[in-house]
């Protein structure tokens, strides 16, 4: 099932009128500063919990975005006061010359430019990154064992993750930021191997509560194990304190520090407690939909109008409608909540 375009949310426009200037907000006042561009919905991997191990139906070529059309939707929704933007997928290292798209966007001036990659291409690629101004990278990595992290990710090797952390670091960029998704009975026996890792090597693990955004649906509440436990299991061997506020800090990570000053770990509690007041962010999919949450029933297609001669006043109008439709919350812990027609590596995690 194809995503529904979707037109303003009806019940909240008729009661607010939504700016056409100032900040990019939505209709509960929450300012976006943070775009997720996905390059491509193509992965070289297989992760269980995202893509289907077979029969993958990519997208065609024609319905991507070229660079020029992605630097041009970046460059609007900079101008609206969008600050931070990350590449995602998809796994964005397969897309030919993503240096160049890199080069692009470091031109317009974002203050943040980042990467989520599954590390397979980064060993190669990243003294280019970082020539073209990629500031950071997140490595995913689900498992510290060999054997379960081929079958977890289905394809790829363990090894070649980790010396594309060590490489990216070598090329200058600051310690990597290593994504876990816990998945209890398959890999939450190694959450304390996982913050000894962070401990070691300095590299913030994120611990990430598995989504129900896997293609092979085989996703279940019993299977989260929550950001909760996976602290106070961390806790009792080596304490933590926070580190950061949600009031004030609308990264999705909430971050404690070791109490022995040996770095820190962060926990991703999309599912146990949501963070969607302080949600700063807005998606653009590799074939050009704006999506304003994960979640997201509906998209704004922003392919059309770029390829119609709109202009940039038109761009930012979309982006402006597609910011103001958010709903207040994700909804997965509602009776109703149905998952997106989309999964994660369509969508840009
Ligand atoms: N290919 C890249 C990678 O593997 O990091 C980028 C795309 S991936 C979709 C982005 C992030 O989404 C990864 O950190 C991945 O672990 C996470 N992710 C994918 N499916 C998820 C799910 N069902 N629940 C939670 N996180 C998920």
Not at 53 to 66: D, M, Q
Not at 235 to 255: I, Y
């Amino acid at each position: 099932m194809r995503p529904v375009p979707i037109a303003l949310s009806p019940q909240r426009t008729a009661a607010l009128a939504m700016p056409t200037t100032g900040p990019l907000v939505d209709s509960f006042g929450r300012v976006h500063t943070d775009l997720r561009i996905s390059v491509t919905d193509r992965c070289n991997l297989r992760c269980v919990y995202c893509m289907p191990e077979e029969g993958v139906a990519w997208l065609p070529r024609a319905e991507i975005l070229t660079f020029e059309e992605i630097e041009r939707v970046a460059s609007v929704a900079h101008e609206l006061g969008v600050d931070s933007v990350r590449l995602t997928g998809g796994e964005p290292l397969v897309r030919a010359d993503v240096t160049d798209l890199v080069a692009r966007l470091g031109r317009i001036g974002f203050s943040d430019l980042s990467m989520t990659t599954n590390g397979t291409g980064l060993a190669r690629l990243a003294p280019a990154l970082v020539a073209a101004g990629l500031k950071r990278v997140n490595v995913s990595c689900d498992s510290l064992k060999p054997e379960r992290f081929a079958s977890i990710r289905r394809r790829g090797a363990l090894a070649t993750v980790l010396e594309a952390m060590d490489a990216a670091e070598a090329a200058g960029l600051p310690a990597v930021k290593v994504n876990v998704v816990v998945i209890a009975g398959v890999n939450d026996d190694e959450i304390l191997d996982l913050a000894a890792f962070s401990r070691d090597t300095g590299r913030i693990v994120r611990f990430i509560e598995f989504m129900p955004l896997d293609a092979d649906e085989t996703w279940e509440r019993a299977k989260v194990v929550p950001g909760e436990e996976i602290l106070a299991r961390i806790n009792d061997v080596w304490p933590l304190e926070p580190a950061s506020e949600r009031a004030v800090d609308p990264a999705p990570a909430d971050r404690y520090r070791f109490l022995d000053g040996r770095g820190e770990i962060g926990v991703i509690t999309s599912v146990s407690r949501a963070f969607c007041g302080s949600c700063n962010r807005l998606r653009l999919t590799a074939d050009g939909a704006i999506r304003n949450c994960l979640f997201a029933i509906g998209e704004h297609p922003v392919r059309d109008l770029l390829r119609s001669g709109a202009s940039d006043a038109e761009l930012a109008l979309l982006v402006r409608q597609a910011v103001w439709a958010k709903r207040a919350g994700h909804g997965i812990n509602d009776p109703s909540f149905l998952r997106p027609a989309r999964s994660m590596s369509m969508i840009g995690g």
